[in-house]
Each structure stands twice: as structure tokens, then as C-alpha cells.
């Protein structure tokens, strides 16, 4: 058995380390807890980045989308209109030859 004045020593120190561990883990824990918090941040700005970049493409995607079919119709309609008069260059040759003969 220890002398009652050890006894009080001991539990003083047992006291007083058990306080200094807490303190340790709550300024380990407070220091893990910022450095997720700055992780969660730069994870909310890539985020954040990607979500401009992709509102961008569709715009430019959509913009894209619109000038082919504009190209499409374009296209058509002047084959429609040359498609007349290259029938009519296909027939002459053809009334020629029919003419000399």
C-alpha cells in the first residue's frame, strides 16, 4: 500500500495527464477536421469549375446542333433549285445530237 500522500500525487498526475491527452486529441481533432474542410472546399471549386465548363460545352454543343441543320437545309434547298437546270443541261446534248441527225 502507498502512503496516502503518494496516493493523491498519483491520482493528481493521472488527473492532470488525462487532461493534457484530451486537450492533445481535441487540437488533433480540430487540426484533421480543417484540413477536411479545405479538401471539402477545393472539391466544392473543382465542382463548381466543372459544372461551368459543362454548361459552356452544351451551349456550344447546341449552337453546333443548330448550324448543321442550318447547313443541311441550306444545303437542300440549293440543291433544289440547281437540280432544275442541270436536268435541262442533261437534255440539250441529248436534242442536239437528235437535231443534226
Not at 493521472?14 to 492533445?24: G, H, L, T, V, Y
Amino acid at each position: 500500500m502507498l502512503p496516502p500522500s503518494w496516493k493523491s500525487e498519483v491520482e493528481e498526475a493521472a488527473d492532470n495527464a488525462e487532461i493534457e491527452n484530451a486537450a492533445k486529441w481535441e487540437a488533433a481533432a480540430a487540426s484533421i477536421g480543417d484540413e477536411v474542410k479545405k479538401v471539402a472546399e477545393h472539391l466544392r471549386a473543382y465542382k463548381e469549375q466543372q459544372n461551368t465548363d459543362d454548361r459552356k460545352e452544351r451551349t456550344l454543343n447546341k449552337v453546333t446542333i443548330i448550324l448543321v441543320f442550318l447547313t443541311v437545309l441550306f444545303t437542300g434547298r440549293s440543291w433544289w433549285e440547281f437540280k432544275g437546270p442541270l436536268d435541262e443541261m442533261r437534255k440539250f446534248p441529248a436534242d442536239r445530237k437528235t437535231h443534226r441527225n
